[in-house]
């Protein structure tokens, strides 16, 4: 049986979506509303709008739009289902689940029954009296205690072949999704399978609202290879895209307004211990474009903190320029040579690891002082120079840039214009991405069929009269005049506007995205009535005029004495007497 209607609503109450919205990005004060950058494209103008008067959301650069629901779903990449029990929890409402049956679960859900049921496995292994206590004792001896085990879920894969798959079995899940989240091998050149982790700790990774999605593992034998190890890629797990601990971090980056990037698990729950809980690493990746996108949500700095060598230093020059790229700006912290951010926070502590993040570098400053004081082949330096200039997208911003390029090129001593043409041989062997959509170009009809129809949301007496003037026909777009349909529902059944009654229906007819673009219109000062009128007045001339330029186009090709093309020349002098009489 699906999830009772009452409890849906009563999560939608409890569940304000600027609070909810807030926790994924930056949202400033606009009027009534609330902005920020979309975090479903990229885009360099905060184009993401939040009603919390109607408590929708819409984005007027890609068309994504709907409620809470919908937002957790499109954030989270989970179902309706999903985000219904996800914002139950966290807002204290007790969803009636049920055992789900196997045909009626999406891949999804299952990844993440089989990662949850990991992970709590993983942890009772950990604190297993007699399995875990060689793991227990690596992780106090390294400085890492046991609220930190608490806190990231820390966990332990024994040794031995099978003991998880075996578990996993007899829970029931499947053994096609154990494998495809990674927890799971086939063995080779026989029949059955081994366990992916064995004699490892484990780190669960997380999705922003707190699900496992992968596993992070380190080798706890020094000849074990390779000493990390990461689940491999799945439906619902990208590396490119997923920073560890931002989870955890996410609040603190907001209240920082900066956010502390490292590579390592062991660094980031290093640095939370010492109360920079604003730290978060990439999961055994360089950082991305996907990456630098998901942080300028939420702040506009960057620090990066890269272990103390050649491979620290060359990762940072890499992603550095990706963040600066993506609008944030990036500061570098140059560690002893040979440590790395979890040694140097267990020997320095809170108040001198703080100072060391206020003496930061500035990136251009950090790449200057790499550059004078290594010794650089001139292969060594094109190759650093290349992998750089890669992390200039074509899509990006041009202003910003070109401003590192010309950075680029004073610390190199070299012309710009030679940086400006290897970006361009970079971009030329990569293919171009599908356009997303944008609205600026919607034409001038469909933003005032969107007008009216947010006017006639309105309690105003002029609207009972506007009823009679409009039909669903005088909508260009598909999307409007199906909205229109469910407006007229809506008053042929006294059904508020504004209750939560309406939002159902618009949902119940896939039309909640419209909803809450239509609801985010602002209505222009001055007198309603006339604005209304008007409004009809140019929908229904451009609806008329776009007519007669098509019957224009279909004279062209008739003959001139046919009955076909007077039928055509009469029609459209009697529309150009409706013209004349609007």
């Not at 004060?29 to 009603?51: I, Q, Y």
């Not at 989240?181 to 990774?205: C, M, S, V, W």
């Not at 320095?348 to 790449?367: D, N, P, R, S, V």
Request: some cysteine; overall charge neutral.
């Amino acid at each position: 049986m699906p999830i009772p209607q009452e409890t849906i609503e009563s999560i939608r109450d409890r569940a304000d979506i600027v609070e909810v919205v807030s926790r994924y990005l930056e949202l400033r004060r606009s009027g009534r509303n609330f902005r920020a950058l979309c975090p479903f494209h990229e885009e360099k103008t905060p184009s993401f709008f939040v009603s919390p008067e109607r408590q929708t959301f819409h984005c007027f650069g890609c068309g994504t739009g709907g409620n809470v629901f919908s937002f957790v779903m499109e954030m989270e990449g989970i179902s309706f289902p999903e985000a219904v029990r996800s914002l139950g929890r966290q807002y204290g409402v007790e969803v009636v689940t049920r055992a789900i049956p196997e045909s009626e679960r999406t891949k999804n859900e299952a990844l993440y029954e089989a990662n949850a049921f990991a992970a709590t496995w993983y942890r009772r292994a950990l604190l297993d009296r007699k399995t875990g206590e060689g793991s227990r004792k690596y992780l106090l001896e390294r400085g890492i205690t046991e609220a930190s085990w608490e806190a990231f879920s820390v966990g332990y894969a024994p040794e031995g072949w099978d003991a998880l798959f075996r578990a996993c079995r007899k829970q029931g899940l499947s053994i096609e999704m154990l494998r495809e989240a990674g927890l799971i091998a086939t063995r080779e050149g026989k029949t059955g399978y081994y366990d992916y982790f064995r004699n490892r700790l484990i780190f669960p990774i997380f999705s922003l609202s707190g699900r496992v999605i992968a596993f992070g593992a380190r080798g706890l034998d020094p000849r074990t290879e390779p000493k990390y190890l990461n689940s491999p890629e799945s439906p619902i797990f990208a590396k490119r895209q997923t920073l560890y601990g931002l989870n955890l971090a996410r609040e603190a980056i907001r209240e920082q307004r900066q956010v502390l990037i490292v590579e390592g698990y062991t660094d980031c729950i290093s640095l939370h211990q010492i109360g920079l809980r604003h730290t978060v690493a990439s999961c055994g990746t360089a950082i991305t474009p996907l990456h630098a996108q998901a942080l300028r949500r939420v702040t506009r700095q960057a620090v990066l903190i890269p272990d103390g060598d050649e491979a620290g230093e060359n990762a940072a020059l890499s992603a550095g320029i990706i963040l600066l790229a993506a609008g944030l700006d990036v500061q570098v912290i140059r560690l002893e040579p040979g440590s790395d951010p979890d040694a140097a926070a267990r020997r320095l502590g809170a108040e001198k690891f703080q100072k060391l993040i206020a003496g930061g570098m500035a990136y251009f400053e950090y790449f200057s002082y790499i550059m004078k004081d290594r010794v650089f082949s001139p292969l060594d330096r094109e190759a650093i120079v290349k992998r750089m200039l890669a992390g200039l997208e074509p899509q990006g911003d041009r202003l910003r840039r070109e401003m590192i390029i010309q950075e680029l090129a004073r610390v190199l001593s070299v012309d710009a214009d030679s940086l400006r043409a290897q970006v361009s041989r970079t971009w030329s062997r990569v293919p171009s991405g599908e356009d997303r959509r944008n609205s600026s170009g919607e034409d001038r009809r469909v933003k005032r069929e969107k007008l009216v129809l947010r006017l006639m949301q309105e309690n105003h007496p002029e609207v009972d009269t506007a009823k009679d003037m409009l039909d669903t026909e005088d909508f260009s777009q598909e999307s409007c005049r199906e909205y229109y349909k469910l407006l007229d529902f809506a008053w042929e059944k006294n059904i508020d506007l504004k209750s939560i009654d309406f939002q159902r229906k618009a949902e119940e007819a896939g039309l909640e995205a419209v909803a809450a673009e239509i609801a985010l219109i602002t209505i222009p000062p001055g007198n309603f009535a006339r604005l209304l009128k008007d409004t009809i007045k140019r929908i229904k001339e451009l609806k008329i005029r776009d007519e007669l330029d098509v019957l224009q186009e279909k004279l062209k090709k008739l003959p001139a004495d046919s009955e076909d093309a007077l039928a055509v020349v009469e029609y459209r002098r009697k529309l150009k007497q409706a013209l004349s009489e609007l």
